[in-house]
């Protein structure tokens, strides 16, 4: 607690105080004084005294601060986390510890100026601290009732459970009561969305009922069924939030939300609305997306794959192309790519509909047709400027292709994505764009098709399926006797669903000579280039499907899902 001259200025969070309303001048200097004879913090004495209600304490310490509020006694407490630190502890400094992600362990406190506390959990747990305001009130009862439920100080083995992150703060917006039911519930759904790590949620108005939707390892599933009589009051919060024309109700609008997460950390939603029969539905889509996740060995190639992509990749030049459908993990594989070229001897430059992934040392330009920027006027500065390698986001026109191909023509390595069935089908469809087939096999050095699949969760159980239906997706007759396959248990890490996490499937083609040839020779046709990859060896995305399969690692029926074997 700093030192202050009860005659000098009063900043701070005291200035907090006294501009909300909730405490005069006088009242403040009092409190001040009144908490150094006591020894405690001015949060503390505060409280202890009930001259302020904790939980406008706690908004205000948010505002002041800069830390997320959350309601704790929503939270499901991790015995892992708690029983690392002894609860007298917990009593004495009115912390505890409630979720974690990878190194970092998030504690709710009532006090954040309480910096001795933060300091021996971070000791017990070893890892670094974020700190989330909670009321103490609220929190006083929820360290107790964990005392009497968890019992000893023994520390148990820590869940590995993907936690992607915490909470969310809205921020006071004028006219709207913190205390309003809705608003609690749509920060509720923000900071459910996060932990369980979606890719974005869904608030969807019906004639006689309200539903809400999580997309997790790209399935939805329905986690809420709000009133349906708070449907106008949830769309007028998040279009708030997310700095929307709230009137304008009969047109889409897309926006954006930034959440604090922490002093350094946000996390960003984009915001599509859209004008329905029965109200108004939302989509927010959570870029959650990091540095940390570009890793190749992660991805789900296989090692010839892997090898194959990144022999196309030192050559630095000509066009990679990789295809697939939207949420198929596309840019993820780019930017693995990108991260790995990345080095101050050359320059790289971007442009895409939506940066997703910010990364240091890469020029990334969003596209804005209203001022001009458009993909090909962006890919004709990059020549200008002497760019040597760029990635376009996707090929949406004639205009487009034909500027990245020249490109890639004249010794450049660009990176693309475009929608196609497979690697084949990619490039007839360029072809049909009105791009001639001998310069596609003069640019494009490889096509990459990827479907991303959810992983069986470890509560996996065996399958007894009968040989025609394994001899019907294309496994030999002579293999099925040693196949072990498993399908969806369901337990609670995985939310009973039975999977948990995705990995890519992929097929990777070079452009080979042969290749080259059947293009140079006019041929369009996706079907003779598939039989040439044939070939060649060359795994398609059913044959690279069954390979999990074989692993373990997804079901029949979820590969059935994502590629129709």
């Known amino acids: 607690m700093t030192s202050q001259n009860l005659t000098s200025p009063i900043t701070g969070f005291p200035l907090k105080l006294i501009s909300l309303g909730l405490l005069s001048e006088a009242d403040v200097r009092k409190a001040i004084e009144e908490s150094r004879r006591a020894n405690i913090s001015l949060v503390t004495y505060l409280v202890n005294n009930k001259l302020v209600e904790p939980h406008t304490i706690a908004q205000a310490l948010s505002q002041e601060f800069g830390i997320p509020m959350i309601d704790i006694e929503s939270i499901e407490l991790d015995p892992g986390l708690i029983n690392l630190v002894d609860k007298k502890r917990l009593a004495k400094h009115q912390t505890i510890p409630i979720f974690r992600r990878g ?29 989330i305001l909670a009321e103490a009130d609220k929190l006083a009862k929820i360290i107790e009732s964990a005392a009497r439920q968890f019992g000893g100080n023994e520390a148990l083995e820590e869940r590995k459970s993907e936690i992607v992150d915490e909470e969310e703060r809205t921020g006071e917006i004028k006219g709207v009561s913190f205390e309003a ?16 790590g979606a890719s974005d949620l869904h608030f969807e108005p019906y004639e006689k009922y309200y539903q809400v939707r999580l997309r997790i390892d790209g399935v939805l599933r329905v986690i809420a069924n709000p009133p349906i009589s708070t449907s106008q009051d949830l769309t007028a919060h998040i279009k708030l939030m997310s700095h929307l024309e709230v009137s304008k109700s009969h047109a889409p609008q ?42 190749i060995n992660k991805l789900g190639f296989e090692e010839k794959q892997k090898s194959i992509y990144l022999e ?35 320059n790289i430059a971007t442009i895409e509909n939506h940066i997703e992934i910010q990364l240091p040392g890469i020029n990334q ?11 090909a006027e962006a890919i004709k500065t990059f020549i200008a400027q002497q760019t040597d390698i760029f990635l376009v986001g996707e090929i949406p026109d004639i205009e487009t292709s034909q500027l990245a191909i020249n490109a890639a023509l004249r ?38 098709a990827q479907r991303l699949c959810r992983c069986l969760c470890r509560c996996k159980i065996e399958q007894n ?3 025609q239906s394994l001899l019907s997706v294309g496994f030999k007759k002579a293999e099925i006797p040693k196949l072990k396959l498993y399908g969806p248990g369901g337990c609670d890490k995985c939310g009973g669903s039975g999977y948990r996490g995705r990995v890519g499937i992929y097929q990777v083609m070079p452009v080979s000579e042969k290749m080259k040839a059947l293009l140079m020779d006019g041929c369009n046709n996706g079907t003779q280039l598939a039989m040439q990859a044939s070939r060649e060896g060359i795994a398609d995305l059913r044959e690279s499907g069954l390979k999990k399969l074989k692993e373990g690692l997804t079901s029949l029926e979820e590969l059935s899902r994502v590629i129709g074997v």
């Open 411 to 448: 010794g450049r390595l660009v990176l693309s994505s475009l929608y196609a069935k497979d690697a084949p089908q990619a490039l007839s469809f360029l072809s049909e764009m009105g791009i001639p087939p001998f310069t596609l096999g003069r640019a494009i050095k490889l096509v990459i």
């Open 181 to 196: 039911p809705f608003v609690k519930f749509i920060n509720s759904m923000l900071f459910k969305a996060i932990i369980m």
């Open 365 to 375: 330009v969003k596209v804005d047709e209203k001022n001009g920027t458009t993909f």
């Open 465 to 467: 399926l009968s040989e």
């Open 312 to 346: 196309a990749l030192a050559k630095q030049h000509g066009m990679i192309l990789v295809t697939g459908p939207t949420g198929s993990g596309k840019t993820v594989t780019l930017y693995t790519a990108l991260k790995r070229l990345n080095q101050k001897i050359v």
């Open 254 to 295: 897309q926006g954006r939300l930034k959440l604090k997460i922490s002093a350094k950390k946000t996390i960003e939603f984009r915001v599509f609305t859209c004008p329905t029969l029965w109200g108004e539905k939302i989509v927010m889509r959570i870029n959650a997306l990091s540095i940390s996740a570009l890793n």
């Open 103 to 131: 190194k970092r362990r998030f504690v709710a406190v009532s006090d954040p100026t309480h910096v001795e506390a933060l300091k021996e959990i971070q000791f017990h747990t070893n890892a670094e601290i974020e700190p």
